[in-house]
């Protein structure tokens, strides 16, 4: 049984978190969507639990629709959000769906503890960055507070509101069009046509495979430098050059492989920066497809931008796993020296990004194949 007639409020949390907090942060949920059927006398429907197959069936049923204009996607940010790769897949598939219609505000989150960099928005985490741009709201301190003190249930009452003006609001927003062809008489400023804009990502998908493949040739690289660097150790430990001896070598590793993982860096800023960019256009052009029927589906452009797109999410799913024990591996590095620790920092955000990317790219397949099913 879904919800979809009526306002929604996706909850993205680390159950962890609420672990630690008691289940103060599942508590504040309830209280809220309480507070918003005593202000509107209609129900905001809450999906918490993630686990539930109804949070999953309701989630694509509303993204995948215009309906959007009536969920609210709400991420309680902590520092072991960003490192939940659920929880980053969430709000890049959200922000990308909401944009496409207009919609950014339907994203709300609550800065629940401090991030470090959140306020500036930390541009080597595209997640970080897309959260920083919002209006969140700061609940770091009220998160202290007692959940039946005025000051708490004052907050809980305007935080009710402001989900409320922003249902409003929204509701009266007209998902931006997608013309097939550019008018004639337009300016040229103008948002481009469907057409246009699918030639531009056709363009640019070859591009990003071939990120794909210099990052993938970079990690390589490293890689091979992190074995001799094993081997050498190897060496020294045979020679009873103890620990100096195993430090020299990391040493020379940091040095060896400085310039990989700035171009690794590079790489995956760049390619996650240009997938989030260009995401709300790509899924417009999906949605003017399925909003067209079967003829605009089956047209030559269309065909063979469904087909690079699915291709480049075939070809990034060989590479998640190798990146992942990559990424798996770096945890043991940082700890050799800390002449590695900033190295490897740097290369687990990469490896991040370009997961991050990866999922971006997936739901691009995810619906293409809804829409020519």
């Not at 997640?127 to 009220?142: G, H, P």
């Not at 202290?144 to 003190?149: A, C, G, K, M, V």
């Not at 804009?197 to 363009?203: D, L, N, R, S, T």
């Not at 590479?319 to 700890?335: H, P």
Request: hydrophobic letters at 40%; one cysteine or more.
């Amino acid at each position: 049984m879904t919800t979809n007639n009526g306002a929604a409020g996706f909850w993205s949390y680390t159950h962890r978190d609420d672990e630690i907090e008691d289940g103060r942060i599942r508590r504040l949920a309830a209280k809220i969507s309480n507070e918003f059927e005593a202000i509107t006398a209609e129900e905001l429907h809450v999906f918490l639990d993630k686990a539930d197959i109804k949070w999953g069936d309701e989630w694509r049923n509303r993204i995948d629709s215009a309906l959007t204009g009536s969920t609210l996607f709400i991420p309680i940010i902590t520092p072991r959000f960003f490192k939940s790769d659920e929880c980053r897949r969430e709000v890049l598939t959200f922000s990308g769906h909401a944009a496409s219609l207009g919609l950014d505000e339907l994203l709300l989150p609550i800065l629940y503890i401090n991030v470090p960099g959140i306020e500036k928005g930390d541009e080597s985490d595209d997640v970080m960055a897309l959260i920083s741009k919002r209006q969140y709201e700061d609940w770091t301190q009220l998160r202290l507070e007692d959940e039946n003190s005025p000051k708490y249930r004052q907050a809980v009452h305007r935080l009710a509101v402001r989900l409320v003006e922003i249902l409003e609001r929204t509701a009266e927003i007209e998902p931006p069009p997608v013309p097939l062809t550019e008018d004639a008489d337009s300016d040229s400023e103008e948002e481009p046509g469907m057409l246009e804009m699918m030639v531009e990502a056709e363009a640019a998908l070859p591009r990003w495979g071939a990120t794909m493949s210099e990052f993938a040739e970079t990690v390589s690289i490293i890689g091979n430098a992190v074995k001799e660097s094993a081997a050498e150790m190897g060496r020294s430990d045979a020679r009873g050059a103890g620990f100096a001896g195993r430090l020299r070598a990391t040493h020379q590793l940091a040095e060896l492989i400085k310039p990989s993982v700035e171009r690794l860096s590079g790489l995956g800023e760049q390619y996650s920066a240009e997938l989030v960019k260009i995401d709300p256009g790509i899924l417009r052009i999906i949605r003017q497809v399925e909003s067209e029927g079967s003829e605009a589906g089956e047209t030559e452009q269309a065909q063979e931008f469904f087909k690079t797109v699915r291709e480049l999410a075939q070809n990034g799913r060989k590479n998640m796993e190798s990146y992942q024990e990559f990424s798996n591996t770096l945890q043991g590095l940082a700890g050799m020296s800390k002449s590695m620790r900033p190295l490897m920092g740097k290369m687990r955000g990469a490896a991040q990004q370009i997961m991050d990317g990866q999922a971006v790219i997936e739901e691009w397949e995810r619906r293409i194949d809804e829409v020519t099913s």
